[in-house]
């Protein structure tokens, strides 16, 4: 039975950088990974280009992790954003920058990113072992024993970076819940999250038609980003984002044009009103969202009453549509809750109960937006699990 000084169960950006870190501070590390090969979710971030992390600044990254953000203050204190951009560049992965303050490699490709993590773990000498699925975690006499099917390990420290249950075909299967449950610590409850949203919207119409910086609100939230109109719904960064918050049953409100005020918007018509309205439209839409919003109304801008005007500019200004739900777990981004932060110590994420047992990553109940936020914290919150706190 092999020891080592720290075992990491999951081999996504979490558990590379825990292993990473780990490794640094001298420690004989093992990751593991059921997959055959390391990032397998992460191989599929960014389009298969892997959006790093963030540019933006400290009040940013906390912006945009809308779940439990704050309890990452003591983490990206320690490391931050641009200690990933820093860590890269160091290890010859250059990066660009993109809309949103999004990091990407410069050759667009997600094995980039996870060669350079997995180079960087042998290079301080941990090992990694794919193939092998853990099937229990028990800890006598202050060690923690890993079994896998044809193996077993001893550790002094134990990190779990099995991710949440999002994407189950990269095996983010909740497994390290059920670790978190085995030592008796409290897991919320799992929900999508970063989901594309279903909706009662004539999808046909408008299937396919992509729009830069929209605002979505719904009660107190309001998100600015690109859509995307789907067969199902709505997608893109604005509706994934706003999934956090709205549920089925519920309205959102759409402003397909929030740098012009109604007045703006007025001035325009007027000045285009020997026009029709569909065509006056496309200097401001895309043409099928044009016609949509102009359906029964007068053919010329200069036939509409008073009330359709208003109305007219109503619906781009703030267009109803009714939600009907969201995508399972198992189709969207980012997995709601995990291991309540209530057990865990913010300044090394070890687990208040269980001696040695850390957590990072997307097992906790941390979710953030996509744009580089969820990699951002995954990274960071595995830097922290594997270092040495004096």
């Not at 979710?367 to 990699?375: K, L, R």
Request: proline share 3%; with cysteine.
């Amino acid at each position: 039975m092999k020891h080592y000084d720290t075992i990491i169960i999951g081999g996504g950006p979490a558990g590379m950088m825990a292993a990473i870190s780990s490794s640094y501070y001298g420690l004989k590390t093992l990751l593991i990974e059921k997959n055959k090969r390391l990032g397998k979710k992460l191989a599929g971030t960014g389009g298969g280009r892997c959006n790093v992390t963030n540019s933006g600044t400290l009040d940013d990254l906390i912006a945009g992790i809308p779940g439990n953000g704050r309890f990452l203050y003591s983490v990206f204190s320690q490391f931050d954003n641009h200690d990933i951009i820093r860590f890269f560049e160091e290890n010859g992965v250059a990066l660009k920058e993109e809309d949103h303050g999004r990091m990407f490699p410069t050759t667009d490709k997600s094995r980039t990113i996870i060669s350079a993590l997995d180079a960087k773990i042998h290079e301080l000498g941990g090992t990694v072992l794919t193939n092998t699925e853990v099937v229990s975690v028990k800890k006598f006499d202050e060690r923690f024993h890993i079994k896998s099917k044809y193996d077993e390990f001893t550790c002094d420290k134990l990190i779990v970076t099995t991710g949440g249950k999002s994407y189950p075909s990269t095996g983010s299967t909740g497994f390290g819940h059920d670790i978190a449950r085995h030592f008796k610590m409290e897991v919320t409850d799992l929900e999508a999250a970063e989901s594309p949203l279903l909706t009662d919207f004539p999808h046909k119409k408008l299937q396919g038609i992509s729009l830069d910086d929209i605002t979505i609100t719904y009660d107190k939230y309001v998100i600015t980003h690109d859509l995307l109109f789907t067969h199902f719904g709505l997608s893109g960064p604005a509706a994934q984002r706003i999934s956090s918050f709205v549920k089925g049953g519920k309205t959102i409100f759409i402003d397909f044009l929030p740098d012009k005020s109604k007045t703006d918007l007025e001035k325009y018509l007027q000045a285009e009103r020997e026009k029709s309205v569909k065509n006056a439209l496309r200097g401001l839409l895309p043409e099928r969202l044009a016609e949509f919003l102009a359906e029964d109304l007068a053919d010329k801008v200069k036939q509409l009453s008073a009330k359709d005007m208003g109305d007219l500019l109503e619906n781009i200004k703030n267009y109803p549509i009714q939600v009907t739900g969201k995508m399972s777990l198992a189709k969207s981004f980012v997995t709601k809750g995990g291991v309540d932060l209530k057990e865990i110590n913010p300044k090394t994420l070890e687990s208040k109960k269980v001696p040695g047992l850390h957590f990072a990553g997307e097992v906790l109940d941390i979710n953030a937006h996509t744009g580089g936020f969820n990699i951002t914290a995954a990274l960071c919150s595995g830097w922290v699990a594997g270092s040495l706190h004096y």
